[in-house]
């Protein structure tokens, strides 16, 4: 399953991304698999001619394009006309009006990733770039190492794709996340270890096997795909940009990548300049990105992970200082929950507004409802939450912490009483809510 790297990059002459560039020290590489700068170890990252994309882009151009990640794609870091789409992105943006009266705000959006294509987390949109680039790249193995969504995208758009396939997940994930990798029969390697062991043991792999590992060595194209989640914002907002975004906290990438997509749009003229304040949500059990910001540190503290946020558990997070950047200069915050609080929060917003999230939506929910509590959500901004994965892959979280079943025999007695008896236990806890 090994494979010489063809590294050659043959412009096209529509590529509208130009070369690598190291966010530190801003040396410049060819288009290759390359993830660290040689000089600096800095990460680097795909840069764009920005000339020629306002030549090229409008609304108009955009509007007519396919109903996926690939409307935007002379903003992605790809040069053919058949990328691998199989739907992901273009997800609803729900106008949540039942929680935002609840919360105390009067404009709230949902961006709802837990129903994106083809496996209901915005990791598909990540993939979908960083799998059409391996293929332009000449990978024909494809890996990665995940706390979960990212293994079942891998695994599903390599099936769709036809790339060999082996990833790299902790041992302890939740059942729905493994079983949602399985299915799509690639190799599964289950590591002893966290998240942070497993990704050292794959930048080892990734050296020695010469496999296209969508976030070691391609991770510069993989992670441009994040930037749709703002793009798609900002369409769907009627191309204006909202004016407070929270969103999960991982490594940091996805919250940087909305940032940088924001200022692509203002960039080439698609929309009006503004300020929109950025603020992340972190599990307590994995805080290293919100300490820092509470203590006023520009550097990150690795951590243990301990937390039921699995899928935002990364105790070394890659792009944790520059999220750290980006929170401060917008005017935002980072705040961290702990994991009774996670669970209200998933259930506040299913209760509300019939999305059911994983484990990181849980921590995004209750993250912003902290900050509504503790005024650092003007009620009157357009606020959009950004919820990342679908609640049936973390069942196991809220086991035990909703109702059941009435249970009744087939008569309409039985009915009655058990409906009575509801209206009554409905009561009670309202009472216990009240006191």
Known sequence: MTQAIDATTHHHTHATFDKLKCKECGTEYELQAKHVCEMCFGPVEVTYDYDALRQRVSR?????????????????????????????????????????????????????????????????????VALTRARELGFSTVSCASTGNLANSTAAIAAHAGLDCC??????????????????????????????????LCSEVANTHGWGFVNINLRPYYSEGSKTLGFEVAEQLGWQLPDHIVAPLASGSLFTKIHKGFQEFIKVGLVDDKSVRFSGAQAEGCSPIASAFREGRDFITPVKPNTIAKSIAIGNPADGVYALDVARKTNGNIESVNDAEIIDG??????????????????????????????????????VAYITGNGLKTQEAVQGYIGEPLTIEPKLDAFERALERSHTLGRLEWQQVLV
């Open 60 to 128: 108009e151009t955009i509007e007519a394009g396919p109903n996926s990640i690939w409307r935007y794609r002379p903003f992605l870091p790809v040069q053919t006309d058949n990328p691998i789409d199989v739907g992901t992105g273009m997800t609803p943006l729900v106008n949540a009006r039942r929680l935002a009266r609840q919360l105390g705000l009067k404009k709230l959006y949902i961006k709802n990733d837990a129903v994106n294509m083809p496996t209901l987390s915005f990791k598909d949109r990540v993939v979908s």
């Open 346 to 383: 998933i259930k506040l917003l299913a209760e509300t507004e019939g999305i059911f999230t994983e484990t990181a939506g849980g921590t995004t929910i209750a993250v912003l409802k902290k900050l509504v509590e503790a005024g650092k959500i003007d009620p009157d901004e357009t606020t």
């Open 167 to 200: 990833v790299f997940i902790p041992a302890d994930l939740e059942a729905g996340k493994v079983l949602g990798t399985l299915i799509y029969n690639p190799t599964v390697m289950a590591v002893k270890g966290n998240y942070d062991q497993v990704n050292r």
